[in-house]
């Protein structure tokens, strides 16, 4: 419990991960007031558009904040031999590794129900007739914003891996970023596989995209949950048996 006292108040606390974890809280709701005064509730667009799926079309512009908040979280301890002071505080590796995991679940967790709950209501509230009212929305929205509060943080817990792995937050940025802002969907055409990628099976979590050729949210899930299982057990034996306090 002190280690993941320590790693929390390290998340909360540094300027560039605070800074990082407000922007994840603001830009969706952003995102969702500007696109519900552009929308065109008469054009072809505005009627084919679920009006369920209102607010949760910005939840992927929060992923790649998530992204940076976990390299932070996870990949500062390699800059300027940081990682010597932490492991002097606390030797136990499994405990440290455990504790910046659970932060940054809980970090992910946290900024995806407050953020993208606030842009649904904030979108709805904003497209007035062409939306639903607070007491109008259904069971399904609530299992859509539970979804991206998994996609999250599964994508959180992904990105902490790879730092871990890489040993390095520039490598994680530059190899995930692109990744989840529309490298790979833009390739599923050509190569169907690629649903199989962590970020395209988790992307229905997010919201509906119908007739791309993604998995369903449930397989697409378990899919991204398996990445993230297979990439941490790969993080654990780095940080346990590679990295040392020099």
């Known amino acids: 419990m002190r280690t993941l006292r320590a790693e929390w108040t390290k998340a909360i606390t540094l300027r560039s991960i605070a800074g990082a974890i407000v922007a994840a809280l603001l830009l969706p709701p952003l995102l969702a007031v500007a696109s519900g005064m552009a929308f065109d509730g008469g054009g072809v667009a505005g009627r084919s558009f679920p009006v369920a799926s209102h607010g949760f079309e910005t939840a992927g512009f929060g992923q790649p904040l998530i992204i940076l908040v976990a390299a932070l979280v996870t990949g500062t301890d390699y800059l300027d031999g940081q990682l010597r002071t932490t492991l002097a505080a606390t030797p136990r590796r499994d405990g440290v590794l455990a504790a910046k995991l659970l932060a940054i679940t809980a970090v992910a967790l946290l900024v995806g129900l407050v953020s993208t709950g606030a842009a649904v209501v904030l979108k709805h509230s904003i497209l007035g007739e062409h939306a639903l009212r607070i007491d109008e929305f259904t069971p399904a929205m609530g299992w859509n914003l539970l979804g991206v509060a998994v996609n999250y943080a599964l994508i959180g817990l992904i990105a902490a891996s790879v730092t871990i792995i890489a040993r390095s937050?520039?490598?994680?940025?530059?190899?995930?970023?692109?990744?989840?802002?529309?490298?790979?969907?833009?390739?599923?055409?050509?190569?169907?596989?690629?649903?199989?990628?962590?970020?395209?099976?988790?992307?229905?979590l997010l919201t509906a995209y119908p007739g791309v050729g993604l998995l369903d949210p449930v397989p697409g899930g378990i899919v991204m949950a398996g990445w993230a299982v297979a990439l941490g057990v790969a993080a654990r034996c780095c940080f346990r048996f590679r990295d040392t306090a020099g």
Do not use: E, K, Y
């Open 169 to 204: 937050l520039i490598v994680t940025l530059v190899v995930l970023v692109p990744v989840v802002l529309g490298l790979s969907i833009s390739l599923l055409g050509v190569v169907p596989a690629l649903r199989f990628l962590p970020d395209l099976a988790g992307m229905q």
